[in-house]
T-cell receptor
């Protein structure tokens, strides 16, 4: 059972480049989300989805797009990378928001130069 | 938007001591209040969670205390061990129930 799988683990981008962070889960969870983690700021929600075809913005959505075409996959797209997007990104999934346990991926460390 | 304030930012405890981390929230959907544990290079993992209709929940060496009137909850780690050294996050659900807001995190170091 793989759980939540994120790729890549590390990525360096130049300012202005675009890329997609991949996230896949094999637990048939309806709820998926993307967070960014910065020192001293905890985990901040970027976007989330309550099911296939449904997405919504979190706390810090600017500069990011998401889509949810299947239950399993929830990719995060950086449209035009900026140094302020240098961070560690985590994807998470759960049966539903009102269920306490969210399963997190291993994270993607992104550096924008 | 929900504000979740966590303290302290960092904590150093001797092996065998008690680690205490506090969390305060503004408003909530009153579903549950979780604590997550994160080791370096890993994603956070659920450690323990409490529902607001109880004042305390204990799982092994870990205890959550919940004070509804003060809008605070805390994590107590008894007999702290070096293996407990990690970053701990509290979280509270938004009033809409649509998402969790996390605290800033506490980096715990347990010295042998």
């Amino acid at each position: 059972n793989a759980g939540v799988t994120q790729t890549p683990k590390f990525q360096v981008l130049k300012t202005g480049q675009s890329m997609t962070l991949q996230c896949a889960q094999d637990m048939n969870h309806e709820y998926m989300s993307w967070y960014r983690q910065d020192p001293g700021m905890g985990l901040r929600l970027i976007h989330y989805s309550v099911g296939a075809g449904i997405t919504d913005q979190g706390e810090v959505p600017n500069g990011y797009n998401v889509s949810r075409s299947t239950t399993e996959d929830f990719p995060l797209r950086l449209l035009s990378a900026a140094p302020s997007q240098t961070s560690v990104y985590f994807c998470a999934s759960s049966y539903g928001l009102r269920i306490p346990e969210a399963f997190f991926g291993q994270g993607t460390r992104l550096t924008v130069v | 938007q929900q504000q979740v304030k966590q303290s302290p930012q960092s904590l150093i405890v001797q092996k065998g001591g008690i680690s205490i981390i506090n969390c305060a929230y503004e408003n909530t959907a009153f579903d549950y209040f979780p604590w997550y544990q994160q080791f370096p290079g890993k994603g956070p993992a659920l450690l323990i969670a409490i529902r607001p209709d109880v004042s305390e929940k204990k799982e092994g060496r870990f205890t959550i205390s919940f004070n509804k009137s003060a809008k605070q909850f805390s994590l107590h780690i008894m007999d702290s061990q070096p293996g407990d050294s990690a970053t701990y996050f509290c979280a509270a659900p938004e009033t809409s129930g649509s998402r969790l807001t996390f605290g800033e995190g506490t980096q715990l170091t347990v010295n042998p």
